[in-house]
T-cell receptor, first 111, second 114 residues
Framework: GENVEQHPSTLSVQEGDSAVIKCTYSDSASNYFPWYKQELGKRPQLIIDIRSNVGEKKDQRIAVTLNKTAKHFSLHITETQPEDSAVYFCAATPSGYALNFGKGTSLLVTP | EPEVTQTPSHQVTQMGQEVILRCVPISNHLYFYWYRQILGQKVEFLVSFYNNEISEKSEIFDDQFSVERPDGSNFTLKIRSTKLEDSAMYFC????????????FGQGTRLTVV
């Protein structure tokens, strides 16, 4: 089955700096790669996603890049703010139904 | 904004007891899912459901688990005989279609098996 690896597990940045989280996947059939943000005790919420026919997507301070050949994708957050502090999960969907999540990155943005 | 709702928010049960977790997916969504998250760990897929059938299930979803859509709005997860290791946050999710669209998650049910 699909195996999604996510790094780093924790990331601490100063407010205003950029944060980058990287994921790799194993199943070349995967074609959809969402990123979810989960604040403590709350539900995961989609922040950005990318499909396999696109190499990069941007939404304000958030961008995602995908390299299908290398089977990796990354989340980039620029001009980080304290409210960006949360756990971020990447995911991949090889089957079209299940989201296979990475283990998460705990991002802390310090003022 | 429409959202997935789950009840109860917290359930405590004794080992060996049956529990039913309930979810109301977003009304125009056709695909429904259950995920679980053990404290401090990643979100794990359990099962997907479409057109009154299971479309995919993980190794976690063994014979102790079942899902049902008993009416036009509810989607339930039943655990027949709970074990200590079933303690987790259970998330219901729904989507318009599978594979390349957002799955909207409910707020979760925290299940504690004692």
């Amino acid at each position: 089955g699909e195996n999604v690896e996510q790094h780093p597990s924790t990331l601490s940045v100063q407010e205003g700096d950029s944060a980058v989280i990287k994921c790799t996947y194993s199943d070349s059939a995967s074609n959809y790669f969402p990123w979810y943000k989960q604040e403590l005790g709350k539900r995961p919420q989609l922040i950005i996603d990318i499909r396999s026919n696109v190499g990069e997507k941007k939404d304000q301070r958030i961008a995602v890049t995908l390299n299908k050949t290398a089977k990796h994708f990354s989340l980039h957050i620029t001009e980080t703010q304290p409210e960006d502090s949360a756990v971020y999960f990447c995911a991949a969907t090889p089957s079209g139904y299940a989201l296979n999540f990475g283990k998460g990155t705990s991002l802390l943005v310090t003022p | 904004e429409p959202e997935v709702t789950q009840t109860p928010s917290h359930q405590v049960t004794q080992m060996g007891q049956e529990v039913i977790l309930r979810c109301v997916p977003i009304s125009n969504h056709l695909y429904f899912y259950w995920y679980r998250q053990i404290l401090g760990q990643k979100v794990e897929f359990l099962v997907s459901f479409y057109n009154n059938e299971i479309s995919e299930k993980s190794e976690i979803f063994d014979d102790q688990f079942s899902v049902e859509r008993p009416d036009g709005s509810n989607f339930t997860l039943k655990i027949r005989s709970t074990k200590l290791e079933d303690s987790a946050m259970y998330f219901c999710a729904s989507s318009v279609r599978p594979g390349d669209t957002e799955a909207f998650f409910g707020q979760g049910t925290r299940l504690t098996v004692v």
